[in-house]
């Protein structure tokens, strides 16, 4: 009997919450009660008499924390007090989708417009306003997992990409998140992908070159995972390195590229059989969903990974529905 093994990103997803259910005058405590548990202790305001709705879409990948965010107006802010009682330890990511936000830290301030980037330390003191609402991608991600010279940005060191400035590392990140609180059809991203891509940005590029290379050329594995085409030449192509440099840089992970392809397929597999649309599926729509060319490859890979027929975990998942 073979034991029973979880994908490598430990994909917790949490329900979403929404303020529709809760009474008016609750909403804003509920709201920051969630928040301080799923992403980050906030304070919350609106204006006078205004209504506030909101909602959010969690996921939490061991260290990493993703949500999509949308509500009404009002303005949050990252109290000194808050910070002392529920410290997150964190860097924090916003990638604005609609409407113009303020972001002031340390007497400064920035309006942040869709397709902007917003880097900051989530246990910094800082307020955001969202005077037309808010609908952004946010990012919590633990500084223990980021290599040393990608802790920063320090409090009062916010790190600001425009959309203009067309950063491939920035549009990488804001896709995976974007995907993976995507409600329609969601895809968990590598946590390490995550990892590399927010080493990058925070350090400004002044990371190992083969982090460089490996976080575009997973993000590209990403994109394209349900693509059966996907080639280590399409990848190194997309990178700008060789094929040969990119087998290096999957060596240097402990993995070849085919196997990391493999992998990461099996783990959207796996997703997709143990979540709610399990019993609408079958074996065959998963293995061509997620970009195998052979039902049969699929089912034999599948059990040698999770130890379970990819069958019998779908019926599983079915009952529990």
């Known amino acids: 009997m073979h034991a029973t093994h979880t994908p490598s990103a430990a994909v917790r997803p949490v329900p979403a919450f929404s303020t529709a259910r809760v009474p008016p005058e609750l909403r804003l405590p509920a709201w920051e009660e969630h928040n301080a548990d799923a992403l980050i202790a906030l304070k919350c305001r609106t204006r006078e008499g205004e209504e506030f709705r909101a909602r959010e879409d969690n996921l939490q990948l061991g260290r990493v924390h993703l949500a999509r965010v949308r509500s009404t107006a009002h303005s949050v802010e990252r109290s000194l007090d808050l910070i002392g009682q529920q410290p997150t330890g964190a860097v924090a990511l916003f990638v604005s989708l609609h409407g113009e936000a303020l972001f002031e830290q340390a007497g400064r301030r920035q309006i942040l417009r869709p397709g902007d980037l917003l880097v900051c330390d989530a246990d910094g003191h800082f307020v955001r306003g969202f005077a037309d609402g808010l609908d952004e991608l946010a990012l919590r991600v633990d500084r223990r997992v980021l290599p040393e010279e990608a802790r920063s940005p320090a409090p009062g060191e916010p790190l600001i990409i425009r959309r203009s400035e067309a950063s491939p590392y920035g549009r990488a990140i804001a896709r995976l998140v974007g995907r993976a609180v ?37 993000a590209h594995v990403e994109d394209r995972l349900r693509d059966p085409r ?26 070849t590229f085919p196997r990391h392809v493999l992998g990461r397929r099996l783990d959207l597999a796996h997703n997709l059989l143990t979540g709610p649309d399990a019993p609408t599926l079958s074996t065959a729509g998963v293995a061509a969903r997620c970009g195998f060319r052979s039902t049969a490859h699929f089912s034999q890979t599948f059990q040698e990974r999770f130890g379970i027929a990819a069958g019998e975990l779908r019926r599983a998942a079915a009952k529990r529905c």
């Open 230 to 255: 996907l080639s280590a030449t399409e990848v190194a192509q997309a990178v700008g390195i060789s094929v040969r440099q990119l087998t290096r840089v999957f060596a240097d992970m402990g993995k």
């Open 182 to 218: 995507d409600g329609h059809d969601p895809t968990p991203p590598d946590e390490q992908t995550i990892v590399d891509l927010l080493s990058v940005l925070v350090s400004d590029g002044a990371v190992r070159p083969h982090v460089l290379h490996r976080a575009l050329a997973c």
